[in-house]
């Protein structure tokens, strides 16, 4: 029992006070739609156009902010928010959920949870605060027992109870507009109208009764209350995970009968014998957020009740009825979605919802954050609480690993160039326009499974991947997560957790390329320790871009030395046109005849007009193509090719090749960020054949 109530409520917590504050603006009546379009279109600086996958859209920053924020998800964002800002606007969505529908692991749950916490925080700021009412002094109207005061089931606002003062609309609207309330103010307030529940219509309707309709009377026994924002006890936001159908009830969702209410009440036709608060629905009903976790799970009579809540937004008991003002958002896995389909009868529930089918996310850059929060931020320790390294290749070759598990097969691209384009870097050639078509037509097809990144490995099979990593002996001790060994960890979660046969063969298959794109990132870092620079190998892609721009230059004179203006500093820069090691990283790249390789820089010089517009730091990076080829070129002109690197880190009989070894080694731990034993271990790596297109 809650503590004893006031005599009489403050002048601050009164019903006449609290519409004052919403007529003046300081405090709000909306429904849960307009809050949560407000939270996320109320400051357009917060709402950025991106382009995904050749498309055009919107990224909301709400969804982007804090230590682990939502990465990617722009379709399925897109869907929610014109779904909620529809709903808002008096639209159909206002008698339907919102349903994610995809692969165990790929962040349906977490998007929901993100959600209901950044609407919990904004909702508990001062101006958005949601109050509701409760009724004291209940000893006098008879017939509750030790019950001093009950407050409203649902949480209802108290503009609700002022819509329904009097059992007259019109006398509501006169006795609002006594208080400062315009007409153009009255009728937004009656689109968002709605009956009190039962039970406090009940209660109203006895306390009008005993204070023969006199309004002082009657604003003695009502008190003002904020709303509790609470996530453990479910308010405000709330979520019901399915059960099996022995522990299951509809008592979860709706509550009921309470056998202490009974004792005190005597009058048995009091809908307050019912206890609604047992249930998830009624702690979410004023404007709050109802998440159902895997809702096609539940049994088919909860299932009904859902498609009640859904359409009429009302818990009903007994032909009791309490209504809602609640967004229900649900999630399920595509095999239990599919089970449901199959039951026909089950199709109104379907049609009451805006299904959206999530995808992995495809951008392995993207994918690099999702890893971090895989890894983990906090201090990496051994068994043995020694500190634990973790390999600076480790994060990349993770991504890439997963994230091409997510490409479709398609003839139109290689599921490298797909994974670059995702990430809207250049693949050769092929624009972004060829990933647009391929996704479309993938889209299209009826099957889900077969959609652009509905299948991969998941989140939590990288999270499988990262603990097989840390568990294996090599890892404990040598105190590195180094990153070679994770193929072998990948191999195993592929094995254990992948069920279909083909999508094992296909993930295999795509773990061979990534470990031939993690073996040229391995080059790269050779080639810097090997120059005693960090960005040696950046500084020789660009000089050969800048090369191949300045070539044909007018103002190139005889000796072919090219002043041009450094887009990153902005100051002017000398550069000699060597066309000899222009040719040589042409060769690499298999550029034979004198057409291929003016054709090859006209698209490199097409992509760095267009790149160095947005990004003055544009650095061609991402061409792995054109790094190996780069990477190889000077290897061969420095120490006559890869091979005599090779044979020189591999035979250390002789001084020369031992004190090369240690440089190389000292330049990865104190500029490189590696460890003594993934230092070691990368070389030794690039020592073997392992991997080599």
């Known amino acids: 029992m809650a503590p004893q109530a006031k005599t009489l409520p403050s002048e601050e917590n009164s019903l006449n006070s609290h519409i004052k504050n919403v007529i003046a603006g300081r405090r709000r009546f909306e429904n849960v739609f307009q809050s949560v379009t407000r939270m996320i279109l109320g400051d357009s600086e917060k709402i950025q156009k991106v382009t995904v996958n050749g498309r055009t859209t919107y990224d909301f920053r709400v969804f982007r902010d804090g230590p682990k924020h939502i990465i990617g998800m722009y379709d399925e964002i897109n869907s929610f928010v014109s779904f909620v800002k529809d709903a808002s606007e008096g639209g159909s969505s206002r008698e339907m959920a919102f349903v994610l529908i995809g692969e165990p692991g790929n962040g349906k749950t977490y998007l929901v949870d993100y959600l ?78 709605r009956p009190l529940g039962a039970c406090s219509d009940y209660i109203f309707q006895q306390i009008r009764e005993y204070a023969d309709n006199k309004p002082d009377v009657i604003n003695e026994f009502i008190e003002i209350v904020p709303l509790p924002i609470s996530e453990s006890r479910g308010t405000l936001t709330g979520k019901y995970a399915a059960k099996d159908k022995i522990t299951s009830s509809s008592v979860d969702l709706l509550g009921d009968e309470s056998i202490s209410r009974l004792l005190h009440i005597s009058d048995t036709s009091n809908p307050y014998r019912f206890d609604l608060r047992r249930g ?59 089970r449901f389909l199959e039951e026909k009868e089950q199709a109104p529930i379907v049609d009451r919802c805006r299904l959206t089918y999530m995808a992995h996310n495809t951008n392995y850059l993207l994918q690099s954050e999702l890893t971090d929060y895989a890894i983990g931020t906090g201090q990496k320790t051994t068994f043995d609480n020694k500190k634990l390294h973790v390999d600076p290749n480790l994060n990349y070759a993770l991504s890439v690993a997963v994230t091409l598990s997510r ?142 721009i300045g070539i044909d230059a007018k103002n190139l004179g005889t000796d072919k030395i090219w002043t041009y203006k450094d887009p990153q500093t902005g100051k002017l820069v000398p550069l000699k046109i060597d066309d000899t090691f222009i040719n040589s990283v042409e060769t690499r790249m298999g550029l034979k005849t004198e057409e291929q390789k003016q054709s090859f820089r006209t698209t490199i010089s097409k992509i760095y007009g267009q790149k160095m517009i947005q990004n003055p730091n544009y650095n061609f990076m991402d061409n792995n193509e054109l790094v190996k080829a780069v990477t190889d070129v000077r290897l061969k002109s420095d120490i006559a090719g890869a091979g005599s690197l090779v044979g020189a880190l591999s035979n250390r009989t002789n001084e020369e090749n031992q004190q090369l070894y240690n440089r190389m080694i000292n330049t990865m731990k104190t500029k490189l960020n590696y460890c003594n034993t993934c230092a070691k271990k990368t070389i030794e790596y690039f020592c073997t054949q392992d991997d080599a297109s």
């Not at 030790?146 to 006169?174: G, H, V």
């Not at 404007?287 to 818990?315: P, S, W």
């Open 116 to 193: 209901n916490s950044i609407y919990r925080r904004f909702t508990a700021q001062p101006n958005n605060r949601r109050y509701t009412f409760r009724f004291n002094h209940l000893d006098k109207i008879g017939d509750y027992g030790k019950i001093q005061f009950i407050e409203s089931q649902t949480f209802e606002d108290p503009l609700i109870l002022a819509m329904n003062y009097f059992e007259d609309a019109d006398q509501c609207r006169k006795n609002l507009a006594k208080l400062g309330a315009k007409k153009a103010m009255l009728d937004k307030f009656w689109e968002n109208y």
């Open 280 to 338: 998830a629905l009624a702690r979410v009903a004023a404007g709050g957020i109802h998440f159902a976790d895997e809702i096609f799970k539940n049994k088919r009579d909860l299932v009904q009740i859902y498609l009640g809540v859904i359409q009429n937004r009302t818990i009903e008991m007994e032909g009791f009825k309490w209504p809602l003002d609640t967004l229900v958002i649900a999630t399920s896995n595509n095999a239990e979605f599919a």
């Open 407 to 548: 490409m479709p097969s398609s003839e139109k691209l290689t599921p490298i160039e797909m994974m670059k384009l995702s990430a809207g870097e250049v693949a050769g050639e092929k624009s972004i326009k060829t990933l647009a078509e391929v996704i479309n037509d993938l889209n299209n097809d009826p099957n889900i499974t077969k959609r652009f990144g509905q299948k991969g490995l998941g989140h939590r099979n990288l999270g499988r991947i990262v603990q097989i990593l840390r568990e294996r002996s090599e890892t404990q001790e040598g105190r590195c997560m180094y990153a070679g060994d994770i193929f072998r960890a990948v191999d195993t979660v592929i094995l254990d957790y992948v069920q279909d046969p083909n999508d094992r063969t296909k993930y295999q298959n795509d773990l061979k390329i990534a470990r031939k794109l993690y073996r040229k990132n391995v080059m790269t870092t050779i080639f810097n320790a090997y120059m005693d620079e960090p960005a040696a190998i950046e500084r020789d892609v660009m000089n050969y871009i800048n090369m191949i």
